[in-house]
């Protein structure tokens, strides 16, 4: 079967300018195992983005197929209005146990995006059955990413996904961008009190009884080119929210599970969001499934009698799907079986030291930096001035299409390369990851005759 001729007829891929594969065929995966994928020629390439930011333990986890497949032989779903079952229960249970004491309900939603509308709603919801029915717009960051749905578009900041349906959006208000790169204040994100910081404070004071909730991306800013930025940041904006009355939704669902280098992004400022979404490593990378985690006190403003109309009218076909749910109890499972966190901090220190040493020189890398296990380095033509290279050339999809020919998976954001890669990574994989990044860029910019000072 020619796999890459039907593709190429009919399948519409995502996020891609389809035009591009007219002289650059479409990869035909066969099969995964740790963080390798295999193509249908037997192919080996490392996945250093771990399929889009999702798996944790590696492909073809024993451990993940071993409950799949019992769970395969119980149950494959059921509705989860008015039914349950043990993997549910299971998964919400150790869930709330790592969560802040405040957060002590779950809702379920089957994608990250669908997790945005859910949050993004219920805050909604809330005000509007609280009282506070002027509550009904929402605060988002220039260049933050909440998805691709129309909700979630309406506080996405990145105007590369959304310009073109601005028609379509909510009116929001956009606070500006974390520039911790180009910083405004001279400041660096290690040493500043997140000065940048009186803007979000300037809207809020003066907006704050028609705003619902802000939303964030704790730490990382990720589809913004792995912007990180200070703790300090999340700390004064919880203030703030509580101060004016608004909740605060963390997206967790790139930098949660263990990604940042703590369990959630949001640990790093001791913060307690009022909504928390999760998606991605929920599920070790194996199913889509998300959750919507909150207090009490929001769930309570739902409950009353059926003819208050009050209940959160909200699903999706495939909520609390138990093959997911099961893949994702068994996830917080290795987290703990296999103290993850704590061996993870080798490989983060690992990345580092290679990251500096291949790097730290180097004439086109302007910055590296890293967080846990996310690592970037901003690629430009003129580091001295940060001047980036002229956008038409693509370097960053050069480099992508490079690294691939050497058996690396890379998908730069931009001219963005970043390193997202499953946990089980190991030493000389680091280093090939790195290096072959490194080699791939060398090759692409003196392709392009810019010369290496
Ligand atoms: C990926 C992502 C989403 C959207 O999740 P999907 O499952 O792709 O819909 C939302 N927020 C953040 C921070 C993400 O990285």
């Known amino acids: 079967m020619d796999i890459a001729a039907i593709d190429k007829r009919y399948i519409w891929h995502p996020c891609t300018q389809m035009k591009d594969h007219e002289d650059f065929p479409i990869i035909a995966i066969d099969k995964g195992k740790g963080v390798y994928l295999y193509d249908i020629y037997g192919n080996k390439i490392l996945d250093a983005i771990s399929s889009w930011w999702v798996n944790l333990f590696g492909h073809s986890n024993e451990r993940i197929n071993n409950v799949l497949k019992e769970q395969l032989e119980k149950l494959e779903h059921v509705i989860f209005a008015g039914f349950t079952h043990e993997p549910a229960a299971v998964l919400v249970e ?23 509308e859910v949050a ?10 609280s009282g506070k029915v002027s509550k009904t717009k929402f605060v988002a960051l ?19 996904y959304k310009k073109i349906y601005n028609p379509l959006l909510l009116e929001t208000f956009y606070v500006d961008a974390l520039e911790c790169f180009n910083c405004k204040y001279g400041k660096n994100r290690n040493n500043c009190t997140a000065e940048c910081i009186e803007t979000m404070e300037a809207i809020l004071s003066q907006n704050h009884l028609e705003i619902a909730a802000v939303i964030i991306e704790p730490m990382v800013q990720c589809a913004n080119g792995m912007n990180i930025y200070s703790p300090i940041y999340l700390k004064k904006l919880s203030y703030l929210c509580q101060n004016f009355n608004i909740h605060l939704i963390a997206d967790e669902i790139a930098v949660g599970f263990g990604r940042s280098g703590k369990m959630f992004a949001f640990e790093h400022a001791q913060i307690k969001p009022d909504i928390i979404c999760l998606s991605k490593g929920l599920t070790g990378g194996y199913l889509p499934l998300s959750l919507v985690l909150t207090t009490n006190e929001i769930y309570n403003a739902f409950y009353d009698d059926y003819f208050k109309s009050k209940a959160f009218l909200h699903s999706h076909s495939y909520t609390g799907n138990p093959l997911a749910c099961s893949a994702a109890c068994e ?25 500096f040493e291949l790097f730290c020189d180097h004439p086109n890398v302007g910055e ?34 490079y690294a691939l020919s050497k058996g690396l998976l890379i998908r730069p954001l931009g001219d963005v390369i970043y390193f997202m890669p499953p946990y089980i990574i190991d030493d000389d994989e680091i280093y090939f990851m790195i290096k072959t990044t490194k080699d791939s860029l060398d090759k692409i910019i003196k392709q392009r005759g810019k010369k290496c000072r």
């Not at 993004?120 to 059955?129: A, E």
């Not at 220039?142 to 590369?160: F, M, N, P, Q, R």
């Not at 996830?331 to 990251?355: A, G, S």
């Open 94 to 116: 150790n869930i709330i146990k790592i969560m802040p004491d405040n957060i002590r309900k779950v809702f379920f939603a089957d994608n990250g995006s669908s997790a945005v």
């Open 331 to 355: 996830t917080l499972k290795i987290f703990r079986d296999e103290n993850i966190l704590i061996k993870n901090l080798e490989k983060i220190q690992k990345m580092y030291n290679i990251l």
């Open 120 to 129: 993004l709603k219920m805050s909604f919801q809330y005000w509007q059955q």
């Open 142 to 160: 220039k260049g933050g990413y909440h998805g691709e749905t129309l909700g979630a578009l309406s506080v996405g900041g990145i105007d590369l």
């Open 368 to 401: 590296i930096r890293q967080l846990g296990m996310i690592a970037a380095l901003e690629i430009l033509e003129d580091k001295e001035n940060k001047i980036k290279f002229d956008p038409k050339l693509r370097i960053g999809f050069q480099i992508y299409k």
